[in-house]
């Protein structure tokens, strides 16, 4: 999995997009180096996050963090960059990812489970949109950007634990779980 | 999966059990009344949590609740009982549960993928012992209440992380993702 967004996160809840991020860096695969996460907002803003990026798990520290990238663009304002703000469209950041397969995950998409998504042939460079808001769909543009719009459970289901099953999904298709334990 | 025990949370990383119950409570499993959590503290208390606990998302109001369960052993004081904290042993807390298996996941264990643990025939009644602390392992007398130790990952992986993907292979190995989905 070359990418993995974290689409349309309101600023209004960064508890959400905390959470998230707090479980996709904790995978293997970010270990691996396998993944990168970008985070959307609702003000198309783009955060790129470093795969070394250890953020702080305790919420307040994340907060001031974030306060701070706000404030200067780049994270820490020397050295190596954790986390960097840009002004960007989500569609302007897929252009620049040109990912081969592009996934967003959704209440009113196709009704199929995470396993069989990625159970499939996957390409090198996949896509992934998930909705950090507390409610509400992805806006009907975002949508269009995805080729695939998949349902994995009849009810919304929280970002952070979609998010942990994309990526252990992902990990278990490249065989990343066995190869970790060789 | 009748029981899910988080142990041996010390108190200094409440952030951690927060993180877990987040990624816990917010599963399809726990929608179904599927589990019951509880959180074994260093110092032989027990959370009970119930499967209708909402918990805060808001790291600072979660620790607000925790101050008060130890204050008043029961949050809410009145109507339905979110959170109750005991003063019990992790033994005597499996003496009272009775899962028909017990697995404890620990980089000192037995090498196996999640998937290959929760592949096989699953009794009703199932614990999973998960350490919630920062370094470290599970204490031995602990590590022996588990009729199974294993190792899912070369390196310690957060319990979060660890967490949600126990949940989700149970839920795939008892048919809940596509169940969901009907």
């Not at 396998?34 to 305790?58: C, G, K, M, Q």
């Not at 020397?78 to 960097?84: A, D, I, V, Y």
């Not at 209440?107 to 896509?127: N, Q």
């Not at 949508?143 to 929280?158: H, T, Y």
Request: hydrophobic share 40%.
């Amino acid at each position: 999995m070359k990418r993995l967004g974290v689409s349309g996160s309101k600023r209004g809840r960064p508890d959400i997009v905390h959470s998230t991020l707090l479980t996709i860096l904790g995978s293997p695969l970010d270990r691996e180096r396998l993944l990168d996460v970008f985070v959307h907002t609702w003000e198309d803003y783009v955060i790129r996050v470093s795969p070394d990026a250890r953020l702080p798990r305790n919420y307040d520290r994340f907060l001031g963090l974030i306060e701070q990238l706000y404030e200067t663009k780049v994270v820490p304002p020397e050295g190596e960059r954790l986390l960097e703000l840009r002004v960007q469209t989500l569609h302007a950041l897929l252009d620049e990812l040109r990912p081969d397969r592009t996934v967003a995950f959704s209440t009113l998409g196709k009704s199929r489970s995470i396993r069989s998504v990625f159970a499939e042939a996957m390409p090198d460079r996949t896509a992934v949109l998930i909705g950090g808001f507390p409610r509400g769909h992805l806006r009907s543009e975002h949508e269009r950007l995805a080729g695939e719009l998949v349902a994995v459970d009849r009810e919304a289901i929280d970002a952070w634990v979609i998010a942990g099953r994309v990526v252990y999904e992902f990990e278990c298709a490249i065989g990343l779980d066995k190869k970790r334990l060789e």
